[in-house]
């Protein structure tokens, strides 16, 4: 199935460094989400965006509705050992369809 | 609200064997989907509810797959002569009515092995 591409597939970083990552369609979307996923759990809501250019925060993260929107970014500064886990964006086209395209997941390690 | 809820949370099934999953929606999300996760990759979309009304399917969902939603509430999924390639994550969500939100909300899972 379609999965959209993300970058970086992974990244090892020390407690209190910022962190970016983001994600490229081939399509327009006009819905961007991103999740976080623990092992053996269900992904988690982090943020949606709605308008291309948009810029929107919850807590420490900020996350970026690209302006062609063809792409998404997401922010996490001064990382903490908790944000360890797999962060997936999600595109959803809108109209008649009602799935989300996930991407392929960025995997993020938080040394203490 | 307790969230979206799935039972049971992992499955060990020999292939040939049918499975059934229950999902419980958050109560006032009229909308359900089901997606299944493979290892090392994310999410894909197999089938969407509104109410009781079965409006998209995936090619994914082979016809050996079935899903319901009888009364607009519980949704499960059933797996008929389950394959070794059926083994994975099988995540359901919702979302609410409103027009203009697309955020839907992930169960915990349940984690399908074939042997």
């Known amino acids: 199935g379609q999965q959209l591409n993300q970058s970086p597939q992974s990244m090892f970083i020390q407690e209190g460094e910022d962190v970016s990552m983001n994600c490229t369609s081939s399509?327009?979307?006009?819905?961007w989400l991103w999740y976080k996923q623990d092992p053996g759990e269900g992904p988690v809501l982090l943020i949606a965006?709605?308008?291309?250019?948009e810029l929107t925060s919850n807590g420490r993260l900020t996350a970026q509705f690209g302006i062609t929107r063809k792409d998404s970014f997401l922010n996490i500064s001064a990382s903490i050992p908790s944000d360890v886990g797999i962060y997936f964006c999600?595109?959803?086209?809108?109209?008649?369809?009602?799935?989300?395209?996930f991407g392929t997941g960025t995997l993020l390690a938080v040394q203490p | 609200d307790t969230g979206v809820s799935q039972d049971p949370r992992h499955k060990i099934t020999k292939r040939g064997q049918n499975v059934t999953f229950r999902c419980d929606p958050i109560?006032?999300?009229?909308?359900l989907y089901w997606y299944r996760q493979t290892l090392g990759q994310g999410p894909e979309f197999l089938t969407y509810?509104?109410?009781?009304?079965?409006?998209?399917k995936s090619r994914l969902l082979s016809d050996r797959f079935s899903a319901e939603r009888p009364k607009g509430s519980f949704s499960t999924l059933e797996i008929q002569r389950t394959e070794q390639g059926d083994s994975a994550m099988y995540l359901c969500?919702?979302?609410?009515?409103?027009?203009?939100?697309?955020?839907?909300?992930f169960g915990p899972g349940t984690r399908l092995t074939v042997t």
């Open positions: 969500a919702s979302r609410s009515q409103g027009p203009l939100t697309y955020e839907q909300y």
């Open positions: 399509s327009i979307f006009n819905t």
């Open positions: 965006l709605y308008k291309a250019g």
């Open positions: 999600a595109g959803h086209y809108g109209g008649a369809t009602n799935k989300l395209i």
């Open positions: 109560s006032e999300h009229n909308r």
């Open positions: 509810f509104q109410n009781e009304a079965q409006l998209e």
